[in-house]
């Protein structure tokens, strides 16, 4: 008897229940737009079903045509290139960044800390006309320099203070191993920081990946070429408040750009697994 | 020389080395939109035309009679003090049941996150009509059980709570976040406490919440500065306009409606510095509690 | 250790790998390009030059360079690109960079631009905004280009020229003018049992038609959406000026009594108590949606207030029936409230190239290949003779639309345009429009803040 309790204790039946319930409720809207990509464009609306009255595979086909001989397939291209030269910016910017407040000491470092997080209290809707002008000055519209440029410069405090975080969470008895091995500040960010901080690393690369990916305002004002488009400004396309919108290719490509997100998201996950496993340090 | 000297020297130039992309980063690309929005921030300037100076104005008008601004500043704390604290309660909650050693953890883990993938899209607002509209999903379900519907998304003592549950349901960032802080912690101090006799609910009172406090300050942190400038949730109840009866005007949103829609970019310039000052205020008072919770292992 | 190791060196290979590739690949790509044209497939038949004043105008042959903006969706993108194309092939030494958007992001773009001394040359322009830009002086005064020819108007009626200017100044030149109206469907109606509307039809009417909508549906269909609010064009502005008013003067005032106002909105809220209009949350609920998902569309409501170019769009909704267009209501005994609108071009006062601006201007309102494209995409168009050559080449809706369009022209009287500050007006507008429906104020309560918000705002 005692046993049986003991196991019902033990069991994760409850727990996992709860989670396929809760899975449910989180990937029923995208079970939605997926369904919407496969209906007509006048079925969408009436037919609240997931399962399409007509299944038709013409907004993949409309949707991947792009417009004017650009393709869909050429927005992702741009956007690839754009994250990835996002993501390598991010990553080394806000990890020297990291660095420095975390474990270094420098004369106003405080105060270099406090000014990093009140950039991020401004509300960038009016920052970005005089960034406009800047960059209109250095004859970089319509290119993705303004777009690239601020992550080389750790721009975004949200990584900062995370990979700030996340280093001050490792002992220091860990830095003192490569101190006394005669190592300088230089070897403990690249031999011991850096590796430790991976989660961090892992979700500064996620995040940027996917915020840029997402990224409407900044991308819509600063590139108006057709050939520059981007997948967000590509999935405007489809809709206009003032006449026709073509839904069902528009659910048809954001479909597909969910693609890249998610395949980024769970092959980059495994790495969050790996933390500190003190033991194998300590041998 | 003195060594010292020549050290702390060294020290100072290491530190800098590190901190230079930043710093001229802040230099060269922020300062100059920073320093120029607090310019505007004192004129008139609906950007077709050179700024005019005007001084305090703007500020005036705003703190003594502009109604919409106060309503807006209120909705933002509703949004702050309701929305932050229940998601990130649901993403340590939802990332501690992950972080069991459950099979098929990798995509649960990816689920989870699907929601934050959809932002402020189409696709979401829709959903959110279909579910809290007055013929949605949820007045179905209540008219089920004999309660009354209500126009929940289209209401203005409802509309801002349906926004609430909306961060809620899309709270996979902060849990992403939750979820590499908790595999951070050593799994021997787990096995050494269960040898202590200790049941799940102490191993997280003593262990886990100890040792991942630097990451929950950093989600309260963050979570708190980024709602307070909301914006593109009000697009998915309101499109945009804030209703119904400004009840879902979010700070920023007025914000950009005064200096895109309305041309009055200095006064939205003056709007943006008095929110800069709210979260700083904010911020800071984070800042000094997390002295008495926040544990590094420095 | 060592997984960690390399882990990260991996992660630093391919990010080195990531950052040659986007330095040598996309990240410099630079504006420097010329459009991309796919609509070639038309052929070189050079059809003749009507009214589009040929290549003499503008000088030197060396290639030069002009932005173009519009709004709309991939539909209308392919169509403008295609008229473009054909621009260029006239006109080769002419390039044109094309840019677009939807609605809103368009006017958030041209702002920024203007604000950023980046504007383009020929921008879409809309009543809606005219009175801001112009205003502040960032629109060309195009009576310039017409007097050096580049731009040719003479088969504009002077009705469609008032309609594009501000305070006097020709600001703007229609590419399709429109006219507002309410549609039924045909079907629907049947189904009910009412009789279609009059096309001189009065308020009473809508009220008595919207009474037998809600009798004859057993309650489930309200007669039309809640007018009351929202913009104050075109229905409140058809009310104020068949009172004899305006919604503004020429000097920028409001132009309507506090009368006019509380007879409007007491109209309005008659209605919703009578529930022959939907309630305050289902009207906010289906604010601003698409046209898709709207109540007409979704069969809550039996009449409708749209422009007329949109008769075609409605009547792709439906599986059946027709959608059949009426003038706005009439006051019985009141004037016409009619006047122009429609989608406009401009030339920015920021553009270096006012004259091959205007060539290109002059070729899309002016010249057959043009039109034979355009059609009624954005309305009928303004040019006489155009307007009878694109009537054979439409389909039926839009054939009714253009029908629709001239039968109502000749009531149109002109219009001041509203003053700088106008958008500030129509949210107090809408604001108290739906405090009122809310339940939160009275109508006289509504009507007083309004006026003070509004008179505060114009500056008296």
């Keep these: 008897m005692q046993s049986i309790l003991a196991s019902w204790k033990n069991s994760k039946w409850p727990t996992h229940l709860l989670i396929i319930a809760g899975a449910f409720i989180m990937i029923y809207p995208l079970f939605w737009m997926i369904s919407a990509s496969f209906k007509p464009n006048t079925e969408i609306f009436r037919n609240t079903s997931l399962i399409p009255e007509t299944f038709t595979l013409e907004n993949y086909r409309y949707g991947w045509k792009g417009l004017s001989g650009v393709t869909f397939g050429h927005f992702f291209l741009n956007t690839f290139m754009l994250v990835a030269a996002c993501i390598v910016g991010n990553i080394f910017s806000c990890s020297m960044a990291a660095y420095a407040f975390a474990r270094l000491e420098f004369a106003l470092r405080r105060v270099w800390f406090a000014?990093?997080?009140?950039?991020?209290?401004?509300?960038?809707?009016?920052?970005?006309?005089?960034?406009?002008?800047?960059?209109?000055?250095?004859?970089?519209?319509?290119?993705?320099?303004?777009?690239?440029?601020?992550k080389y410069f750790a721009a975004e405090g949200f990584f900062v203070f995370l990979m700030v975080q996340f280093i001050r969470s490792i002992p220091r008895e860990l830095d003192e191993a490569v101190k006394i091995d005669g190592g300088g500040p230089f070897m403990l960010y690249g031999y011991l920081i850096m590796p430790l901080a991976l989660p961090a690393i892992i979700t500064t690369t996620i995040f940027t990946f996917i915020w840029t990916w997402n990224d409407f305002f900044a991308q819509m004002l600063y590139i108006s070429e057709l050939k520059l488009y981007t997948v967000s400004l590509g999935l405007r396309m489809f809709l206009d408040a003032m006449g026709q919108n073509q839904w069902g290719a528009m659910f048809a490509m954001s479909t597909l750009s969910l693609i890249p997100l998610f395949v980024i998201f769970v092959f980059f996950q495994r790495y969050l697994i790996e933390g500190i496993a003190t033991g194998s340090l300590k041998g | 020389m003195n060594p010292k000297l020549i050290n702390v020297l060294k020290r100072n130039a290491v530190g800098y080395l590190f901190l230079s992309p930043w710093l001229l980063g802040l230099i060269g690309l922020s300062a100059l939109p920073i320093l120029a929005s607090l310019y505007f921030s004192f004129t008139r300037y609906d950007m077709l035309t050179a700024p005019d100076w005007i001084g305090l104005d703007n500020y005036r008008e705003m703190l003594?009679?502009?109604?919409?601004?106060?309503?807006?500043?209120?909705?933002?704390?509703?949004?702050?003090?309701?929305?932050?604290?229940?998601?990130?309660?649901?993403?340590?909650?939802?990332?501690?049941?992950?972080?069991?050693?459950?099979?098929?953890?990798?995509?649960?883990?990816?689920?989870?996150?699907?929601?934050?993938?959809?932002?402020?899209?189409?696709?979401?607002?829709?959903?959110?009509?279909?579910?809290?509209?007055?013929?949605?999903?949820?007045?179905?379900?209540?008219?089920?059980?004999?309660?009354?519907?209500?126009?929940?998304i289209a209401s203005p003592d409802t509309a801002l709570y349906t926004l609430i549950v909306l961060k809620i349901w899309q709270f996979g960032a902060p849990m992403v976040i939750f979820l590499a802080a908790l595999k951070q912690v050593p799994t021997e101090l787990y096995e050494a406490s269960r040898i202590d006799g200790a049941g799940r609910w102490k191993q997280f009172w003593r262990i886990t919440l100890p040792l991942i406090t630097p990451i929950v300050f950093f989600n309260v942190v963050m979570q708190t500065i980024q709602a307070f400038q909301a914006f593109t949730p009000a697009y998915i109840v309101s499109r945009g306009t804030g209703g119904p009866l400004d009840s879902t005007l979010f700070y920023t949103l007025y914000l950009y409606q005064k200096g895109f829609t309305h041309f009055q970019m200095g006064y939205a310039a003056s709007m943006a510095w008095v929110l800069l000052i709210v979260i700083a205020f904010v911020t800071a008072m984070l800042f000094l509690s997390a002295r008495k919770w926040v544990y590094y292992q420095e | 250790m060592r997984t960690r190791l390399k882990a990260f060196a991996i992660i630093l290979l391919s990010a080195v790998f990531v950052l040659g590739l986007a330095a040598c690949g996309g990240g410099k790509s630079s504006s420097g390009g010329s459009s991309d044209g796919s609509g070639n497939a038309g052929g070189t038949t050079q059809t003749g030059n009507s009214g589009s004043g040929g290549p003499s105008g503008g000088g030197s042959q060396e290639t030069v360079e002009i932005r173009f903006?519009?709004?709309?969706?991939?539909?209308?993108?392919?169509?403008?690109?295609?008229?473009?194309?054909?621009?260029?092939?006239?006109?080769?030494?002419?390039?044109?960079?094309?840019?677009?958007?939807?609605?809103?992001?368009?006017w958030d773009r041209l702002a920024t631009q203007s604000a950023g001394g980046n504007a383009p040359d020929v921008v879409s322009m809309h009543q809606f905004y005219v009175a801001d830009y112009a205003a502040r002086g960032a629109l060309l005064d195009l009576q310039t280009v017409i007097d050096s020819g580049e731009l040719d108007v003479s088969l504009f009626p002077e009705a469609a020229l008032d309609s594009g200017r501000v305070n006097g100044t020709l600001v703007m030149i229609p590419k399709g003018i429109t006219m507002p109206g309410w549609v039924y469907h045909t079907a629907t109606l049947d189904k009910l049992g009412i009789a279609y509307p009059d096309i001189n039809w009065t308020y009473d009417d809508l009220i008595a038609i919207s009474r037998q909508v809600v009798e004859k549906s057993g309650g489930t269909m309200w007669g039309t959406p809640d007018m009351g609010g929202g913009q104050l064009q075109p229905n409140f502005r058809y009310f104020v000026r068949q009172n004899g008013e305006d919604l503004y003067t020429e000097d920028g005032k409001l132009g309507f009594s506090r009368d006019t106002l509380v007879k409007w909105w007491s109209m309005w809220k008659q209605m919703r108590d009578e529930k022959l209009i939907p309630d305050a949350a289902t009207s906010a609920?289906?604010?601003?949606?698409?046209?898709?998902?709207?109540?007409?569309?979704?069969?809550?409501?039996?009449?409708?207030?749209?422009?007329a170019n949109q008769i075609y769009l409605y009547e792709q909704q439906f599986p059946e029936g027709e959608i059949h267009m009426v003038r706005m209501p009439s006051l019985p005994g009141g004037q016409n409230g009619e006047y122009l609108e429609g989608a406009y071009l401009s030339i920015t006062a920021q553009s270096k190239h006012p004259k091959e601006a205007a060539l290109f201007i002059n070729f899309f309102v002016n010249s057959e290949r043009s039109l034979e494209l355009f059609k009624v995409e954005q309305g009928s168009p303004a040019n006489t003779d155009m307007a009878e050559f694109v009537k054979p080449l439409l389909a039926a809706p839009q054939a009714r639309a253009v029908d629709f369009i001239q039968t109502v022209i000749p009531y149109a009287t002109s219009a001041a345009y509203a003053p700088a500050g106008a958008t500030e007006v129509e949210a107090a507008f809408k604001d108290n429009a739906t405090a009122i429906a809310f339940g939160q104020k009275t109508v006289e309560q509504a009507a007083d803040d309004f006026l003070a918000a509004a008179n505060r705002i114009l500056g008296q």
Excluded at chain 1, 121 to 138: A, D, G, K, R
Excluded at chain 2, 101 to 107: T, V, Y
Excluded at chain 2, 121 to 141: C, D, I, P, Y
């Design chain 3, 69 to 106: 903006t519009w709004w709309g969706d991939t539909a209308r993108n392919d169509l403008y690109n295609a008229i473009v194309d054909r621009f260029e092939e006239e006109y080769p030494h002419i390039k044109v960079k094309r840019e677009f958007g939807g609605w809103a992001d368009y």
């Design chain 1, 115 to 150: 000014l990093m997080l009140v950039t991020m209290m401004l509300p960038f809707h009016v920052t970005i006309i005089p960034q406009y002008i800047m960059f209109n000055q250095l004859d970089m519209i319509n290119t993705y320099w303004p777009l690239i440029l601020p």
């Design chain 3, 285 to 307: 609920e289906y604010d601003g949606v698409p046209l898709e998902q709207n109540l007409f569309v979704t069969g809550k409501v039996a009449l409708y207030q749209i422009p």
């Design chain 2, 64 to 152: 003594l009679n502009d109604q919409k601004w106060r309503n807006s500043l209120k909705v933002t704390l509703i949004y702050v003090l309701l929305g932050v604290p229940l998601q990130l309660v649901f993403a340590l909650s939802i990332a501690l049941m992950l972080n069991r050693g459950i099979r098929g953890l990798r995509i649960y883990r990816a689920i989870y996150y699907v929601p934050s993938l959809f932002g402020g899209s189409v696709a979401v607002a829709l959903l959110w009509r279909q579910l809290f509209g007055g013929e949605g999903l949820v007045n179905l379900l209540l008219r089920q059980i004999g309660l009354p519907g209500h126009n929940w």
